[in-house]
Nanobody
């Protein structure tokens, strides 16, 4: 059974940092592309970042480019999202997603097969 579980959310002041983690299990982690999405109240779930199965390629939404970094440790079956210089508009529930058998960088919700339950990130001004 595939499981995707996020952790690391919380409350932080504007300008601060947080690191989210996402552990995926149930299938071979090294063959899976991973992504982060977020959903603010009253808004659609939006793409944040994606990383290829090897970790060699990444892609970011314009809103987070230069502030967020996605990375992965295949030995730990875990992907990370380091978030720096956080802004109040980054406040959202952050979701981790997995796409098995992908050698690309999926960037839309429909491309991902499995999702975590979400973790809340709140940035105060």
């Amino acid at each position: 059974q595939v499981q995707v579980v996020e952790s690391g959310g919380g409350l932080v002041q504007a300008g601060g940092s947080l690191r989210l983690s996402c552990a995926a299990s149930g299938r071979t982690f090294s063959s899976v592309a991973m992504g982060w999405f977020r959903q603010a109240p009253g808004k659609e779930r939006e793409f944040v970042a994606a990383i290829s199965w090897s970790g060699g390629r990444t892609y970011y939404a314009d809103a987070v480019k230069g502030r967020f970094t996605i990375s992965r440790d295949n030995a730990k079956n875990t992907v990370y999202l380091q978030m720096n210089s956080l802004k109040p508009e980054d406040t959202a529930v952050y979701y981790c997603a997995a796409k098995w058998g992908s050698y690309g960088l999926p960037r839309t919700r429909n491309e991902y097969d499995y999702w975590g339950q979400g973790t809340q990130v709140t940035v105060s001004s």
